[in-house]
């Protein structure tokens, strides 16, 4: 089912009626929970075209309406990111007649993706048993800090502790501090982008068997899953990973150095040949055939008096010039960017990498475009967040037929 709203697309595209757009303009989905990890998962969908119909307590809605740093006239700057290009119904879950609408829903879509806790579905009857009777294509996505299996799978798991137990958390920060985070709720997001991908996987496997499944993410596993060889290197060596700021141990040149306005350039030369350009551009040709710097074992090796080295030089020249001399020499460099230089960037600028939507409050809203970007059947941005209940009359009167009548009395009794 296509639908319109005023909005702006991924192409750019401003303040004219848009079309949800992308590959997945077939699926419709239904969200239940709240706050990040399960939403983000949600949005990603609803990126690329699914209709999402996103489930909120009458009255309150999903806390991420309140969160956020900065509220100009009152209102969350994260809630119109994550909740972008959903429908808003609200839905008392803990009355048996929302619960009855649930399974109505479920007849009808695709996907279910829920963050409760494990077995709150089943007490409120919308476990996968018996979703699937209803609905034996339905597949279930859920998210959860530890899954929902194994003796922790009931205790409370925030991003925050899948973060330190899937290993991410005590390998972040300076060795001289405590461990530290990432500034983002990252764990979430990855337990939610590997949920993305597993309803996906789980859709394509549907049309080979005909049947959904559950789909079970847990923030630590999607943690532990981005930890590259950690644990084998434990395994093997009994070597453990420790804090080392901004670098990589071993892999050198790698590191933030200074430049004489006192900006901070990335500069990336690690491989052989990269750092014989970057030697070039030095002036210090002779410093690849040193012994010392030769190759990434010796270079690793010396990493700090190398550092050192690059460092004595980049403080002799302009951030400006000394980006110009790393391109001309096919060094990979740049700049730390925060959001300022983000929406000054020309190359983010030219791949629409920030874009404008519409918003009712707020006018034109900066945010991030979808990704990844696909060439036939590109997702896009149709409207931010919906407003508290704003679709509750468009979906249950149009998809599942309830009237005025119906839905005045289910407004009456509080189920929606």
Same mark, same amino acid.
């Given at each position: ?12 595209? /401003? ?40 489930? $909120? ?5 999903? +806390? ?5 740093? $900065? ?19 609200? &839905? ?6 929302? !619960?009855?609408?649930?399974?109505? &829903? ?11 806790? +494990? ?6 009857? &919308? ?10 294509? #339905?597949?279930?996505?859920?998210? /959860? ?63 080979? /068997?005909?049947?959904? !499944? ?21 395994? !093997? ?15 050198? +040149? ?32 002779? #410093?690849?055939?040193? +012994? ?13 008096? &190398? ?10 020249? $302009?951030?400006?010039? #000394?980006?110009?001399?790393? $391109? ?89």
């Amino acid at each position: 089912m296509m639908v319109t709203d005023q909005g702006i697309d991924a192409n750019g595209g /401003t303040g004219t009626v848009a079309k949800r757009q992308g590959p997945l303009t077939d699926l419709r989905v239904i969200e239940m929970g709240q706050l990040l990890a399960g939403p983000f998962c949600g949005q990603l969908l609803a990126d690329f075209g699914a209709e999402v119909i996103k489930l $909120e307590q009458p009255g309150s809605g999903d +806390p991420m309406r309140e969160w956020g740093r $900065e509220k100009p006239h009152g209102k969350s700057l994260w809630w119109p990111v994550v909740a972008r290009n959903k429908k808003s119904v609200t &839905l008392n879950l803990r009355e048996k007649a929302a !619960q009855q609408i649930v399974r109505d &829903l479920v007849a009808k879509s695709d996907i279910l993706i829920e963050n409760f806790r +494990p077995g709150t579905m089943e007490r409120w009857g &919308l476990g996968y048993d018996v979703l699937s009777q209803i609905n034996p294509k #339905l597949v279930m996505v859920r998210v /959860t800090g530890f899954g929902q299996t194994g003796p922790y799978s009931s205790q409370a798991g925030y991003g925050s502790i899948g973060e330190a137990m899937g290993g991410l958390r005590y390998v972040v920060g300076d060795p001289s501090t405590a461990p530290s985070r990432m500034g983002i709720s990252i764990g979430d997001s990855l337990a939610a982008t590997y949920a993305a991908l597993g309803a996906l996987m789980a859709v394509h496997a549907r049309e080979r /068997t005909g049947r959904g !499944q559950v789909v079970d993410s847990a923030i630590y596993e999607a943690v532990l899953a981005m930890m590259e060889s950690l644990v084998t290197e434990y395994d !093997q060596t009994g070597y453990v990973r420790e804090r080392t700021g901004p670098i990589l141990p071993n892999v050198a +040149p790698s590191n933030v150095y200074p430049a004489s306005d006192g900006q901070m350039i990335l500069i990336a030369a690690n491989q052989d040949t990269v750092f014989k350009r970057l030697a070039e551009a030095m002036g210090r040709p002779e #410093l690849a055939a040193d +012994p010392r710097y030769a190759t990434h074992s010796a270079r690793g090796a010396v990493q700090q008096e &190398l550092d050192d080295l690059i460092s004595d030089w980049t403080r002799t020249v $302009e951030s400006g010039p #000394l980006l110009d001399l790393m $391109e001309k020499h096919g060094v990979p460099a740049g700049r730390i960017y925060r959001a300022p230089e983000m929406m000054q960037d020309p190359h983010f600028q030219a791949r629409q990498n920030i874009i404008k939507v519409a918003h009712p409050v707020f006018g034109k809203l900066a945010m991030q475009n979808v990704a990844p970007r696909l060439s036939d059947t590109p997702g896009g941005v149709v409207h931010p967040g919906p407003e508290l209940g704003e679709h509750t009359v468009e979906v249950l009167g149009g998809i599942l037929g309830l009237d005025e009548s119906r839905l005045a009395d289910l407004k009456a009794a509080g189920i929606i």
